[in-house]
């Protein structure tokens, strides 16, 4: 079991915008480039990235769903109280 991970997210505010980005990336854009367009966070300026984390240190939702990705898996959209996080595990 993987103790920390390296992943980037995208976050926006409505499960409408978080369907439209997944379906950007499915369509094989780049997520760093999607990132820096919308995502609400600070970290979309550096395409996402939120650096590697160990359990504990990110909401529950998305701690959850960060450590069940595989490495260069990109997940459904999960909801916080953030907002829509689209997620990809780099490491």
């Given amino acids: 079991m993987s103790v920390k991970v390296h ?14 980005v997944k379906t950007r990336l499915d369509k094989g854009e780049k997520f760093g480039d999607i990132a820096k367009q919308v995502s609400l966070c600070p970290s979309g300026k550096k395409g996402g990235d939120l ?7 990110m909401v529950k939702e998305f701690e959850k769903a960060a450590f069940e990705l595989q490495k260069g898996q990109i997940s459904n959209p999960i909801k916080t109280a953030y907002g829509y996080h689209i ?3 780099i490491e």
Avoid: N, P, S, Y
């Fill in 7 to 20: 992943c980037c997210h995208i976050l926006v505010k409505t499960l409408t915008e978080a369907t439209a």
């Fill in 51 to 57: 650096g590697t984390f160990t359990r504990g240190k």
């Fill in 87 to 89: 997620i990809k595990r």
